[in-house]
């Protein structure tokens, strides 16, 4: 599959929906994210893992099944009522996404959709999406 398609197969579910800003999740989802954002004309906003953004920080920490993680966005990312787009590579067990969903969610922005290259139906990670539209262009 190449680049072009993997964007296009990812923002497809989307395509009549409006989207101010991809939420992009560190560090593989920028590259997609970073596609998908040039494609529909949005803007793009990085997640990232604790002191690696320059500005003032809201994180939010989560565990997975080796430990805990954190991830930080910027304060004056997001403004109430974007409607936003969460991309990353793979959808696993479902924690990353929904501390970033936590992330947005204190912002007051609507997240508009999910969208991943690749998910691992078998860890169960829709659980963690609260009935959220998530998309996977390739299932495990």
């Given at each position: 599959?190449?680049?072009?398609?993997?964007?296009?197969?990812?923002?497809?579910?989307?395509?009549?929906?409006?989207?101010?800003?991809?939420?992009?999740?560190?560090?593989?989802?920028?590259?997609?994210?970073?596609?998908?954002?040039?494609?529909?004309?949005?803007?793009?906003?990085p997640?990232?893992?604790?002191?690696?953004?320059?500005?003032?920080?809201?994180?939010?920490?989560?565990?997975?099944?080796?430990?805990?993680e954190?991830?930080?966005?910027?304060?004056?990312?997001?403004?109430?009522?974007?409607?936003?787009?969460?991309?990353?590579?793979?959808l696993?067990?479902?924690?990353?996404?929904?501390?970033?969903?936590?992330?947005?969610?204190?912002?007051?922005?609507?997240?508009?959709?999910?969208?991943?290259?690749a998910?691992?139906?078998?860890?169960?990670?829709?659980?963690?999406?609260?009935?959220?539209?998530?998309?996977?262009?390739?299932?495990?």
């Amino acid at each position: 599959m190449s680049f072009k398609s993997a964007i296009d197969q990812m923002t497809s579910p989307f395509d009549k929906t409006s989207i101010d800003t991809v939420v992009a999740i560190e560090a593989r989802g920028y590259l997609l994210g970073a596609g998908i954002a040039l494609k529909i004309g949005s803007g793009i906003v990085p997640v990232r893992k604790p002191n690696k953004l320059p500005w003032l920080t809201f994180e939010e920490s989560y565990e997975l099944e080796y430990g805990s993680e954190t991830l930080q966005i910027h304060q004056d990312a997001l403004c109430k009522g974007d409607n936003v787009l969460l991309v990353d590579d793979v959808l696993a067990t479902g924690g990353t996404l929904r501390a970033t969903i936590n992330l947005v969610e204190r912002f007051g922005a609507n997240i508009v959709g999910i969208s991943v290259l690749a998910e691992l139906t078998f860890l169960n990670g829709r659980e963690q999406l609260k009935g959220l539209q998530a998309h996977s262009v390739i299932s495990y």
